[in-house]
Antibody, heavy 113, light 111 residues
Framework: QVQLVESGGGVVQPGRSLRLSCAASGFTFSSYAMHWVRQAPGKGLEWVAV???????KYADSVKGRFTISRDNSKNTLHLQMNSLRVEDTAVYYC???????WGQGTLLTVSS | DVVMTQSPLSLPVTLGQPASISCRSSQSLVHSDGNTYLNWFQQRPGQSPRRLIYKVSNRDSGVPDRFSGSGSGTDFTLKISRVEAEDVGVYFCMQHTHWPLTFGGGTKVEI
């Protein structure tokens, strides 16, 4: 079955960088666009970025210029490189397949000094 | 950006009774290809979101038929015909007709 497993979250200071990963299995990863969506503690959902099957990227304005989405089709893995992190980036980060189904279990990023 | 407004924010329900959630968009969600890209998601307590409905009214595989979606243009509705205990959680609408994708603020369904 389709499975998405995020990793890489943790506690980081403002201004620092972190890379999240999402390991995909159970489907032909290279054929699908992939998304990152985040959810601040106790809040709603915010779309972050998408990468098409052939590498085209789009970003939310809130992360444009700081975050980079990428994919390694040989390893069925999605990444989110996050630079210049801010306190307001604190959230659970989910990866999701095109159409936003299904979602992974999420990984928590806490940005705090 | 397209603003998605859900109501109510909180919906107390009675088991076995119907429930309805409204979602309104700040502009039409009809795409140039003729489709309307409006989805509904369920997030049970402590779980990841799960898509229930895509393109307004299409149920995802495994979604009980007590869930239905309807609407057009800027006004959309998710209905639960008879609420069950497992339906407790937060429901979100989302549009992907226009970039960026945007979500409604969520409706908390509680018994």
């Amino acid at each position: 079955q389709v499975q998405l497993v995020e990793s890489g979250g943790g506690v980081v200071q403002p201004g620092r960088s972190l890379r999240l990963s999402c390991a995909a299995s159970g489907f032909t990863f290279s054929s699908y666009a992939m998304h990152w969506v985040r959810q601040a503690p106790g809040k709603g959902l915010e779309w972050v970025a998408v990468i098409s099957y052939d590498g085209g990227e789009k970003y939310a304005d809130s992360v444009k210029g700081r975050f980079t989405i990428s994919r390694d089709n040989s390893k069925n893995t999605l990444h989110l490189q996050m630079n210049s992190l801010r306190v307001e980036d604190t959230a659970v980060y989910y990866c999701a397949r095109d159409g936003l189904t299904p979602w992974g279990q999420g990984t928590l990023l806490t940005v705090s000094s | 950006d397209v603003v998605m407004t859900q109501s109510p924010l909180s919906l107390p329900v009675t088991l076995g009774q119907p429930a309805s959630i409204s979602c309104r968009s700040s502009q039409s969600l009809v795409h140039s290809d003729g489709n309307t890209y409006l989805n509904w998601f369920q997030q049970r307590p402590g779980q990841s979101p799960r898509r229930l409905i895509y393109k307004v009214s299409n149920r995802d595989s495994g979604v009980p038929d007590r869930f239905s979606g309807s609407g057009s243009g800027t006004d959309f509705t998710l209905k639960i015909s008879r609420v069950e205990a497992e339906d407790v959680g937060v429901y979100f609408c989302m549009q992907h007709t226009h970039w960026p994708l945007t979500f409604g603020g969520g409706t908390k369904v509680e018994i």
